[in-house]
């Protein structure tokens, strides 16, 4: 099993373009999520989908939109990039429907707005 | 505002000694506490976890503590290792599995 993937690993970005990250897992979970983290920071929540089919804001979902293609896709888009979405982006999955409620995490996208 | 916080923003120890690495929450509906670690350039891996019906819990050299009464966490290594240098995350669940919700973190730093 490859866990959680994404793409791309880098990007950097002009200000006002748009772009989209991708996220897959192969672990069969019901449950996606996109975080950003800033530099010393923890991770702040974007979107989850508790599952196929449905989509929810998280913390900080203004400039950002998802989309859950199916069990096992999740894709972050940014339609108009700004400087203040420079971050680390990561994407998570979780079975919470087994009573476990880890979350698995990608290894990243970092992603530059200039 | 943050409800999940570390006490301390760095942590240094010497190689075999135990490190205690602490999170208070402010959150008393919290039910679900998982810590996390983040080495540098890549993404959070589990450690351990706790349900607010239990008080401790143990894995494989790591021991997580919950009181309750304080909404504090803590996270315990034994005999730490130099690859137990990283960023460690505590998160308190939110919303019955949706959510995590992360503190800042606390990077442990091991010392020959």
């Known amino acids: 099993n490859a866990g959680v993937t994404q793409t791309p690993k880098f990007q950097v970005l002009k200000t006002g373009q748009s772009m989209t990250l991708q996220c897959a897992q192969d672990?069969?979970?019901?449950?996606m999520y996109w975080y950003r983290q800033d530099p010393g920071m923890g991770l702040r929540l974007i979107y989850y989908?508790?599952?196929?089919?449905?989509?929810d804001k998280g913390e900080v979902p203004n400039g950002y939109n998802v989309s859950r293609l199916n069990k096992r896709e999740f894709s972050l888009r940014l339609e108009s990039a700004a400087p203040s979405q420079t971050s680390v982006y990561f994407c998570?999955?979780?079975?919470?429907?087994?009573?476990?409620?880890?979350?698995?995490f990608g290894p990243g996208t970092r992603l530059t707005v200039t | 505002g943050e409800s999940v916080g570390l006490h301390l923003p760095t942590l240094s120890v010497q190689e075999g000694d135990n490190s205690i690495i602490n999170c208070a929450y402010s959150?008393?509906?919290?039910?679900?506490f998982i810590w996390y670690k983040q080495e540098s350039g890549k993404g959070p891996q589990f450690i351990i976890d706790i349900r607010s019906n239990m008080d401790k819990r143990q894995g494989q050299r790591v021991t997580v503590l919950l009181n309750k009464t304080v909404k504090h966490l803590s996270l315990q290594i034994a005999a730490t290792q130099p690859g137990d240098s990283a960023v460690y995350f505590c998160?308190?669940?939110?919303?019955?599995?949706?959510?995590?919700?992360f503190g800042k973190g606390t990077s442990l730093l091991v010392t020959p």
């Open positions: 989908s508790a599952s196929e089919g449905t989509t």
């Open positions: 959150n008393s509906a919290s039910d679900y």
């Open positions: 998160a308190e669940n939110l919303n019955s599995g949706y959510a995590l919700n």
């Open positions: 998570a999955s979780s079975n919470f429907r087994t009573g476990r409620d880890e979350q698995y």
């Open positions: 672990m069969n979970h019901n449950s």
